[in-house]
């Protein structure tokens, strides 16, 4: 059985897309408050978000952990950095950072 490289597999997605957000379920149905209110956070922006249901794998949901050095999930990635979790999303929200990140990744 060959040894599956997560680590390669989200550093694949977070460079491939502008905006990635790691979550508890799908952006029509998420399956945790703080997923929710980042996806929410997401739309509000106007983004194209791919998302990542964190729950469907569990290889994946340990690997994101890791890959960021972050513990908890949603984690958000715009042009392949790691911009943070739902409270650091709010936080930006509100000052209007967010909207920015997100209208850098329009091609």
Known sequence: MSERDVQAEIH???????????????????????SAAAIQLL??????????????????????????????????YVNGEFVGGSDIMKELYANGELQKMIDGTAE
């Open 12 to 34: 694949k997605i977070v460079t491939e897309n502008p905006v990635v957000l790691f979550m508890k379920g799908t952006p029509t149905f998420p399956q945790c408050g703080f």
């Open 43 to 76: 739309k509000n922006c106007g983004a194209t978000v791919a998302a990542v249901n964190v729950l469907a794998d569990q290889d994946i949901r340990q690997g994101v952990k890791d890959y960021a050095n972050w513990p908890t999930i949603p984690q958000l």
